[in-house]
């Protein structure tokens, strides 16, 4: 049997959407995507807070997890995550809480620290560029705010309470791409998220420094580590190849400063990028998991075999709907 067998598989969405389609096509079809995960065993579906990016649907986070999770029945769906400088931890226990009352047991909270957008964006969003130093404060807050009234130490915030929120305990999970997150995790004693689908570059520090500085909590015994990966899943590894140059021209546009729409697959890249703005894609998506089953199983098996995560989440943002319903069904297959 296939070490994968064990290793749960979990999806990221971003709510990707083509220049042609309309913004009510485009979620309807993540939910599509979603129920055909479910249908399949996935573990989780998770959605990625962004803004002022043309060509992915994710801003109203926390609206599109009710949609989502409203439109299935077991799989686990969440914020992959919810960038915190962004919001009052208030605003996020009360949102959460209300999720975690209509769905129970099936809503994830997964935190970052960066905003989700460009600089402008950002002070749009929560008028103070110094928020993100106080992510671990915060963090602190919104645990207290989901818990136990009565466990509540700061006396500062034990007249304000979250209703709905408090005592749901919703499941918190740090998320990050540099060694930050990974410290805050092991010391708050929470499940860690490793951002491989974007930043792959501190990857096997992080999670050396999350394992090695881990604390038990009340909420985990030991160290939980995801990694997100980008997926192309196809038939072949031809074809899967060939489906890989929608994600290369829309990292292109993203380090251009371009809008981020679906674009077709093209026969090849050659011409369209320079030489250090290849080295850059290749870069951002070197942990990319690319090519028909055989391929993907060995690639899978390898990185499991050596850093040891306990989950494995997946982007798969492919231009045609159909195909990134079977890369889902040629995913699934390789844990047999």
């Keep these: 049997m296939s070490i994968l067998a064990d290793i749960p598989f979990s999806l990221l969405e971003l709510a990707p959407m083509r ?172 499940p860690y998220v490793f951002a491989g689908h974007f930043a792959p570059r501190f990857l096997s520090e992080a999670i050396a420094l999350y394992r090695r500085e881990f604390i038990p909590s009340a909420v985990l015994a030991k160290p939980y580590v995801m990694v997100g990966l980008p997926l192309i899943a196809a038939p072949t590894d031809a074809e899967a190849e060939h489906l890989s140059t929608t994600s290369k021209q829309r990292i292109l546009a993203l380090i251009r400063g371009q809008e981020m729409w679906l674009k077709p697959p093209i026969t090849s890249m050659n011409g369209l990028w320079s030489e250090q703005e290849k080295n850059y894609v290749d870069s951002f998506l070197s942990l990319s998991i690319c090519g028909g089953p055989t391929t993907i199983k060995h690639r899978l098996e390898m990185f499991v075999e050596e850093l040891g995560v306990d989950e494995l989440m997946f982007t798969n943002d492919l231009y045609d709907n159909e195909h990134r319903l079977r890369a889902l069904d040629i995913l699934m297959s390789v844990k047999q």
């Excluded at 220049?19 to 599509?32: A, I, K």
């Excluded at 969440?78 to 047991?105: K, W």
């Excluded at 705010?145 to 700061?154: A, H, K, S, V």
Aim: aromatic share 6%.
């Design 19 to 190: 220049e042609d389609s309309t913004v009510s096509e485009t979620l309807q079809d993540s939910l599509r995507y979603a129920q055909h995960a479910e249908s399949l065993g996935v573990n989780r579906f998770w959605l990625a807070e962004h803004h002022n990016m043309p060509g992915i649907i994710c801003s109203a986070t926390s609206i599109l997890i009710g949609y989502i999770a409203g439109g299935t029945t077991r799989i686990r769906v969440g914020a992959g995550g919810i960038m915190l400088p962004n919001h009052p931890p208030l605003v996020v226990a009360e949102q959460f809480g209300t999720l975690a009352s209509l769905y129970p047991d099936r809503i994830d909270l997964g935190l970052g620290r960066a905003p989700g957008s460009d600089p402008v964006t950002s002070l749009a969003l929560n008028r103070d560029n110094k928020r993100a130093e106080h992510f671990p404060d915060e963090v602190r807050e919104l645990q207290s705010l989901l818990g136990p009234r009565e466990q509540r130490q700061d006396s500062n915030y034990k007249a304000v309470r979250a209703i709905p929120g408090e005592d749901t305990n919703v499941p918190i999970w740090l998320l990050g791409s540099s060694l930050f997150s990974a410290q805050l995790a092991a010391e708050r004693g929470l």
